[in-house]
C-alpha cells in the first residue's frame, strides 16, 4: 500500500511504496538546520519506491562533513524539506517522516539507528535498543 506525502502548502506531492530499509534518527549539523530542531527522523526508501506525483521540488546540493555530497529537496514556496539525496547511499531517498501524511507513520518509523550520535543535545535521551553511531 503506498503512503502520501508532501510539503506544507500542498504544492509538491510524493507517494512511497512498500517498507523503508532504514530509520534513523540524525543528530548531524546539517539535519538540526533543515529540521529546525535538534535531530532530524528519517526513513529510507530504494528509489524505485519513490514516486513524485506533484509539483516540482527545488534543490539543494552541498558537501556534509563527512564529504560526502547531499542533496535536499524542498518545496520553493513553502520551505519544507521532504527527502534528501546522498552519494553515501546512491539510489535512495531519506524521507523526513513528519512530510508523510498518515500520523500513523510516526509509530511505525521508530529509529533503530542514531546518527551522529555524538551531537544529540545533552537534554535528548538515546533511543532504547537504537544503534549509535558517530558517521553516517
Known sequence: MAQQGGCMCGNVRYSVEGEPVGKAL???ADCRKISGS???TNA???GNQFKLTQGTPKQHAKTANSGNQITSYFCGDCGS???RETSASEGTKILKVGTLDDASAMADAKPV????SSSRAPWVLAIPGAQQKDAM
Open 26 to 28: 540524525c543528530h548531524c
Open 81 to 83: 524539506t521532504m527527502w
Open 44 to 46: 529510507i526508501f530504494p
Open 113 to 116: 539507528t542514531e546518527l551522529f
Open 38 to 40: 535538534t535531530y532530524s
